[in-house]
């Protein structure tokens, strides 16, 4: 395998940071974008002309479209594209304002759009390449509390499965990854966003298992250096997959939901099917 292109978004920690790691030791190369290059410091001196960091606010399509277009032009290629910078704001549905819910959307899932339009033309060009969008396994089973980034994660995908099937046939693979919990600062930010009270009393039971998952950090299963290696292991599968759960909790919250999908379905098909307009022969 050459030396491919990688930008990554969310580069400055956790997964991102991992990931850019990562990628640098397997002999690639990489444009990270982030709100804060300074954490990549080291990596860039310890890998000279192979890491580009590029500081611009991903909600910011105007800034982040020529900033791209600079980091893609100094490497003169893009082959891999990983949407992965994201946030959780934690809150009861009917506490949480619109304001929170569309800054939610900005970054999970219009940031994802605004870097897509401005690396596919790249893609395309070349008639091949790969994009990561870094979802959760939020972005297939709900949670109370949780609306905000559920349906954030939730929107990511439905985009992607279209997409994926709008670029396959260009020579372009898109998959959507879906992470358990992992050991990066995340937990701790979403919870450093929790009121002290419930707005609502109704939902106060929503807050006490916030707290307690809040209060659960060191316990998340997933190891954010082993899940970078398992990207890269992605980038260079011919043919990868539509979606890959990453750490056992995925695998098994996955699995119960669509077990539960499928059990209901069985169970009302025939009111489903019902709908149907009558056969005339
Ligand atoms: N950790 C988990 O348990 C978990 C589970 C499932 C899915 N995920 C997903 O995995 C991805 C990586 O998360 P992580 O665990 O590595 O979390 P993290 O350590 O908090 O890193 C997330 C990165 O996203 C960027 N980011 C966060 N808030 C942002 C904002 N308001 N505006 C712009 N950029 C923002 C930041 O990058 P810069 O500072 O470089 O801009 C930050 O370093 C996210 O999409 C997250 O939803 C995480």
């Known amino acids: 395998m050459g030396?491919?292109?990688w930008l990554i978004t969310g580069a400055s920690g956790g997964?991102?940071?991992a990931l850019v790691g990562e990628v640098l030791s397997s002999g690639e190369r990489v444009i990270a974008v982030t709100r804060d290059d300074e954490p990549l410091q080291p990596l860039t001196a310890a890998f000279p002309g192979c890491l580009r960091t590029v500081s611009?606010?991903?909600t910011d399509a105007g800034a982040l479209r020529p900033a791209l277009d600079d980091a893609i032009a100094g490497f003169s290629c893009l082959d891999i594209v990983v949407n992965n910078a994201g946030y959780a704001r934690a809150g009861p549905f009917e506490e949480l304002d619109d304001?929170?819910?569309r800054a939610q959307f900005e970054v999970n899932f219009f940031a994802a759009v605004n870097v897509l339009r401005a690396a596919l033309p790249h893609l395309r060009a070349a008639r091949a390449g790969r994009v990561l969008q870094i979802s959760s396994l939020a972005?297939?089973?709900g949670a109370p509390g949780m609306s905000a980034y559920t349906a954030g994660k939730h929107a990511l995908e439905g985009l992607s499965v279209s997409l994926a099937a709008e670029l396959t046939p260009l020579g372009i693979r898109t998959t959507i990854v879906e992470p358990g919990a992992a050991r990066t600062g995340f937990r701790t930010d979403w919870a450093s966003r929790l009121p002290s009270s419930a707005a609502l009393p109704d939902y106060l039971p929503v807050h006490e298992a916030l707290a307690r998952s809040a209060g659960a950090v060191g316990d998340q299963v997933g190891d954010p250096a082993r899940m970078a290696r398992a990207l890269v292991a992605l980038a260079d599968m011919p043919s990868p997959p539509l979606r890959l759960p990453l750490?056992?909790?995925a695998?098994?919250?996955?699995?119960n939901a669509r077990n539960g999908q499928l059990e209901e379905l069985r169970r009302?098909?025939?009111?489903?099917a019902s709908t149907d307009h009558t056969k005339v022969n």
């Open 268 to 272: 009302f098909a025939d009111l489903s």
């Open 3 to 5: 030396s491919r292109v």
């Open 15 to 17: 997964l991102g940071q």
């Open 247 to 249: 750490g056992s909790d």
């Open 99 to 101: 304001t929170e819910l």
């Open 139 to 141: 972005g297939q089973i």
């Open 56 to 58: 611009v606010d991903i």
């Open 251 to 255: 695998l098994a919250g996955i699995e």
